[in-house]
């Protein structure tokens, strides 16, 4: 590849200078090195030093990456729109690259997010140098999408907490120094949970914990997964943490783990554009390049139908993810909150993804399917977007709730024809 595709440069509408210059920088040439990386440890360094691409998981304020005038005022905010770009590069580069710097983002933001001084001082520094890895472990054996079923239990004992559970499909688990840790503590006051220190039930139970990788009490064991990815199971086994390691208040946590999963579900939409980018620059070049009856596979008329519909497709979800970064980055008080924006790139970015990439493979006629080529590689890396950070099934939940929301609040239609009559 001599550049990359970004959408910076195909929707220059929704983007500032900061991200051109940010794009100037994302070249295959500088990215080389993530590339050609096969070791997980080595990749989550080389993003952080010398890259310096951690920066955009973190505020201008504590160290991290400016995210624009529109936001300056809120000193927890960054830059979804450079978010979108970084990950739409490595999505072609590196789809490990781009699973390990959105787990460090999911990993660190609650930090951001609710954590206190002391917190902030000693994790976020190293988060950007890439010395420190975190995970942000909220996936439990029976706890996936409906996150207010989880049972891992945090007992005060004492001026601390006893954590006892299990964790399960948590990115970045064999690299991490910290883990983002929900469990169900005592109900917060008037949330109708246990007392005295018994785990209380629902959303108001769940609170968030910085606990240290190699804590005493913790152990984990990675999964095998069909990529390339650091993955793995935490158990939590009477594991002392002060509650200087609590994260928010006690029954924050499920508010915390909403806002750090709306804030990058976004820039999901935009790893699978990158990695269907090059799926459909992968097949441009097959079909060019192989001939078949006497002439390019390009001069027939079904590859061209198959490509016309992998362009559209592509930059259908290239315009939806622009969008809802634009509208995120941009938009001031509770307008800032863009679920139903999100949802819709995240759903169709990673549908579309599939379907684009599935026909590079069917393209690539038997080669397509041998180990080791590209669109096989990313046949199989594309999969897990359509399930990770809220599946496909539930941004659909979420996008019909604010769009009957949206109508509950319009008046009804008769009521506006009189209102225009008058």
Not at 210 to 238: C, K
Not at 330 to 343: L, P
Request: hydrophobic share 45%; net charge neutral.
């Amino acid at each position: 590849m001599t550049t990359l595709a970004l959408s910076s440069a195909e929707l220059p509408v929704f983007f500032e200078e900061r991200h051109a210059a940010l794009a100037a920088r994302l070249t295959p040439e500088a990215l080389a090195p993530l590339a050609e990386a096969r070791d997980a440890a080595a990749v989550a360094r080389c993003l952080g030093e010398p890259l310096g691409l951690y920066a955009h998981l973190v505020p201008e304020a504590l160290g991290g990456a400016p995210a624009g005038t529109d936001r300056a005022a809120d000193p927890t905010a960054i830059d979804v729109r450079a978010l979108v770009l970084v990950r739409e590069a490595l999505g072609q580069v590196s789809p490990l690259a781009d699973a390990i710097f959105a787990v460090q983002g999911l990993g660190s933001y609650p930090v951001v997010l609710a954590g206190s001084d002391a917190q902030r001082r000693a994790i976020l520094p190293e988060v950007l140098s890439g010395r420190r890895v975190g995970a942000f472990a909220l996936t439990e054996p029976e706890a996936g999408s409906d996150v207010a079923s989880l049972r891992t239990e945090a007992r005060r004992d004492g001026d601390g907490w006893v954590l006892d559970g299990e964790k399960v499909l948590i990115s970045n688990v064999p690299l991490a120094h910290h883990l983002v840790v929900f469990a169900r503590a005592a109900a917060a006051p008037g949330g109708g949970g246990g007392a005295g220190g018994a785990p209380g039930a629902g959303r108001a139970a769940i609170t968030a914990f910085l606990v240290d990788s190699g804590a005493p009490g913790v152990s984990s064991e990675p999964l095998p997964m069909s990529v390339p990815h650091p993955i793995g199971r935490v158990r939590f086994q009477g594991c002392r943490v002060p509650d200087s390691a609590r994260l928010g208040e006690v029954g924050g946590g499920f508010k915390l783990a909403m806002q750090t999963l709306d804030a990058f579900r976004i820039s999901v939409g935009a790893a699978a554009n990158g990695m269907a980018a090059r799926a459909l620059r992968e097949a441009i070049a097959h079909v060019t390049r192989r001939r078949q009856f006497g002439a390019p596979l390009s001069e027939q008329q079904m590859v061209r139908a198959y490509l016309a519909e992998m362009a559209t497709e592509l930059d259908a979800a290239r315009l939806l993810v622009a969008r809802a970064a634009h509208k995120r980055d941009t938009a001031a008080g509770a307008a800032a909150r863009v679920s139903t924006e999100a949802a819709m790139a995240k759903m169709f970015a990673t549908e579309a993804a599939q379907r684009i990439i599935d026909r590079a493979v069917q393209l690539h006629g038997g080669m397509g399917v041998i180990e080791g080529t590209e669109v096989e590689r990313l046949y199989r890396e594309i999969r897990p977007l359509r399930i990770y950070e809220g599946t496909t099934e539930i941004q659909k939940l979420i996008i019909a709730k604010g769009i009957l929301e949206r109508a509950a609040a319009e008046p009804p239609a008769d009521e506006r024809a009189r209102g225009e009559a008058r």
